[in-house]
């Protein structure tokens, strides 16, 4: 079955560790995304790809910094510059030949400090 | 002016009633726009794309209006089950830029 996973699905940082988000996808999109979710906030573009080797960022890549080096594979790093990095992390991928293409989320990764 | 606007909520209607929420957006040149679905502590899930000629899925209807810069999400005969947030997407750009409006929460009650 194709679809697109994240891991892990929780992960605790420390102060001043950088740590690394995984998203995967097997649906071959060219199209992956990072988004954050607080509570009454809803979703901020963290990162997005639309194709290898190239990004952009959203409206808060402060702090983020992601790689795009396999169409599947879209990593995102959540550095110690964040500073307040607690927030349910979504990636999402999608078909970007054309508009009005949907796209389809993983699980989510709950990050937080300890 | 944020790009995305939604009120979110919530909207508390009985069982059976009908309800409408709008999302509204600053980018007269976006391209498209959904209605997605997300229940508490999950990822979101689409629902329907919207049509300016509208798009009918059972009990919900959504609607582009392209002259106001508005999308609606109408909900017919509402069940228990329907209570959840609804987030209005919209795609724009020549990097067709995805943006999420906050989402209306709904819960519908027995």
């Known amino acids: 079955d194709g679809g697109i996973t994240q891991s892990p699905k929780y992960l605790f940082r420390k102060e001043g560790q950088n740590v690394t988000l995984s998203c995967e996808q097997n649906l071959n999109h060219d199209a992956m995304y990072w988004y954050r979710q607080d509570p009454g906030q809803g979703l901020r573009l963290i990162y997005y790809?639309?194709?290898?080797?190239?990004?952009q960022k959203g409206d808060i890549a402060e702090g983020y910094s992601v790689s795009r080096e396999k169409k599947e594979s879209f990593p995102l790093t959540v550095t110690s510059a964040q500073k307040n990095p607690t927030a349910f992390y979504l990636c999402?991928?999608?078909?970007?030949?054309?508009?009005?293409?949907?796209?389809?989320f993983g699980d989510g990764t709950r990050l937080s400090i300890l | 002016r944020k790009e995305v606007e939604q009120d979110p909520g919530p909207f508390n209607v009985p069982e059976g009633a009908t309800v409408a929420f709008n999302c509204t957006y600053s980018n007269s040149a976006s391209q498209s726009f959904f209605w997605y679905r997300q229940d508490c502590r999950k990822e979101p899930k689409l629902l329907m794309s919207v049509y300016s000629s509208g798009n009918e899925d059972g009990r919900f209807t959504a609607q582009l209006n392209r002259a106001s810069q508005y999308i609606s999400l109408l909900i017919r005969d509402s069940k228990l089950s329907d209570s959840a947030t609804y987030l209005c997407?919209?795609?724009?750009?020549?990097?067709?830029?995805?943006?999420f409006g906050i989402g209306t929460k709904l819960q519908v009650i027995p």
């Open positions: 999402a991928c999608g078909d970007s030949t054309g508009a009005g293409k949907p796209q389809h």
């Open positions: 997407v919209v795609i724009s750009g020549g990097y067709q830029k995805v943006t």
């Open positions: 790809s639309q194709i290898v080797n190239d990004f």
